[in-house]
Every structure is written in structure tokens, then in C-alpha cells.
């Protein structure tokens, strides 16, 4: 079923049956359009349309009132104008005046959700750069974590290899104490001449206490370093 839009000089409206169409009393100026049209067309020209035309009869132009008809006229009439065409001018404004109204209403409903959306996306973007900050101080306090962690592992393995240094040089020097104790309670029980029986065995008793010391010595070193040898297995 065909439907047909009119353009009143601003804006368009439809679509509107026939029926529909004629309600909006329309004249032969109005602009009209359809499917299948290339272009807007007056009413006028539109052939199937002359039949729901309204006829708008011309102004009156100087022509006097018949006498007895005079009061009649001015009955019908307001400031000069035909009842019928002063109301529908009246209309008419009410319309156009209804209309810069919503405009207006809906232009200021435009500038405030612009404005509304302004304000959302700067609140965004704050929140956005707020988060970006919070996420750099937290990479940045990772990395100095990160690096305290490293220096104060350095300093653990730099603390143990240190002490295992000590140890090894500390064993060098009571290995050598050892040997030479060892080497001593060799010739003191081979060496008998000018001693008595009571003073080689206190000679022999006191050496001998010497390497259970330096073998007790060399023991707790050696236990220290595995221990230190495990820690730093342990120290990332």
C-alpha cells in the first residue's frame, strides 16, 4: 500500500496512508514525496492527490462589505481575519511556537548529555591515569624489592664464602698442626734416651692430647663448611 512523507520547509514527516494524508489538510505548495519518486513534488502536480486538496480560497482585497451584510462580515471575522483562517493561523503559530519550544528543549537536553559525557569521560580518564600510576609504583617498588632482595642474597653469599675462606685457611694451619703433633708423637715414642719411663708417657699424653684437639678443631671446621656449602645451595 502506497504511503507518502511531507516536508513542511524544515523537516519531514510520514509515512501517511491516504486516508492519513488527507486529515493533514493539505494544500497544492505542499511537498510531497513517495517511493519511486526521483524528486519532492507540490501536491498540486500530483494527480492522484487533487482529490483530498484543500482549498484554501484567496485574501479579500478592497472590496467594501455590503451594507446589510456588514455586521454579519465583522461577526465573522477577528482583526479583519476570517474566523476560520485567523484560528488556523493561530494554529499554525501555537505549532511553530510548540515547536522552537521542544527544539530548544532538546537542543539543551543535547548540551547537557554532551556535557554529562564530557564530564564521564575526563572521570575516566583520571581514573585511568590514577591507575596507570598506581601500576608504575607498584612495578617500581617490585624492582627495588627486586634489587634489595639481589643485594642482601650478595651479601649472604659474600658473608658465607667469606667465612668458608676462613675455614679453608684456618684447616691449612690446623692440618699443619696436626701433622707436625702426629710427627712429634712419632719421635717422642721412638725417641727414649735421657728421658724416664714417666716423662715419655706424660711427653706422649700431652702430644697425643694435642691432635685429639687439632682433629677436633678440623672436625667442627669441616662441619661448619658443608653447613655454609648447603646454605649458599639455599641463597637464590
Known amino acids: 500500500m502506497k504511503t507518502y512523507y511531507i516536508h513542511?520547509?524544515?523537516?519531514?514527516?510520514?509515512?501517511?496512508?491516504?486516508?492519513?494524508?488527507?486529515?493533514?489538510?493539505?494544500?497544492?505548495?505542499?511537498?510531497?514525496?513517495?517511493?519511486?519518486?526521483?524528486?519532492?513534488?507540490?501536491?498540486?502536480?500530483?494527480?492522484?492527490?487533487?482529490?483530498?486538496?484543500?482549498?484554501?480560497?484567496?485574501?479579500?482585497?478592497?472590496?467594501?462589505?455590503?451594507?446589510?451584510?456588514?455586521?454579519?462580515?465583522?461577526?465573522?471575522?477577528?482583526?479583519?481575519?476570517?474566523?476560520?483562517?485567523?484560528?488556523?493561523?493561530?494554529?499554525?503559530?501555537?505549532?511553530?511556537?510548540?515547536?522552537?519550544?521542544?527544539?530548544a528543549y532538546q537542543d539543551n537536553r543535547s548540551l547537557e548529555l554532551e556535557q554529562k559525557n564530557k564530564q564521564t569521560e575526563f572521570q575516566n580518564q583520571q581514573i585511568e591515569l590514577q591507575q596507570k600510576q598506581t601500576d608504575e609504583e607498584k612495578i617500581q617498588i617490585a624492582i627495588q624489592e627486586k634489587i634489595d632482595s639481589d643485594r642482601f642474597s650478595k651479601q649472604k653469599k659474600d658473608s658465607v664464602n667469606n667465612r668458608i675462606s676462613e675455614i679453608k685457611e684456618i684447616l691449612l694451619v690446623n692440618n699443619?698442626?696436626?701433622?707436625?703433633?702426629?710427627?712429634?708423637?712419632?719421635?717422642?715414642?721412638?725417641?727414649?734416651?735421657?728421658?724416664?719411663?714417666?716423662?715419655?708417657?706424660?711427653?706422649?699424653?700431652?702430644?697425643?692430647d694435642d691432635i685429639i684437639h687439632w682433629q677436633n678443631e678440623i672436625k667442627k671446621l669441616e662441619n661448619e663448611a658443608d653447613r655454609l656449602y648447603l646454605k649458599l645451595e639455599t641463597i637464590h
Open 8 to 103: 513542511n520547509g524544515t523537516e519531514n514527516s510520514g509515512p501517511f496512508l491516504l486516508e492519513e494524508l488527507k486529515a493533514k489538510k493539505i494544500t497544492k505548495t505542499t511537498l510531497i514525496w513517495f517511493e519511486g519518486m526521483d524528486e519532492w513534488k507540490y501536491a498540486g502536480d500530483i494527480p492522484e492527490l487533487k482529490i483530498i486538496l484543500a482549498v484554501v480560497p484567496p485574501p479579500l482585497k478592497n472590496i467594501p462589505p455590503a451594507p446589510k451584510e456588514y455586521e454579519k462580515v465583522v461577526s465573522q471575522t477577528i482583526l479583519g481575519l476570517d474566523k476560520s483562517i485567523f484560528f488556523l493561523a493561530c494554529g499554525i503559530l501555537v505549532l511553530i511556537i510548540a515547536t522552537l519550544i521542544f527544539n
Open 176 to 208: 699443619a698442626n696436626l701433622e707436625e703433633d702426629q710427627n712429634k708423637l712419632i719421635n717422642a715414642k721412638d725417641f727414649k734416651l735421657l728421658r724416664t719411663e714417666s716423662e715419655r708417657e706424660d711427653q706422649i699424653n700431652l702430644i697425643e
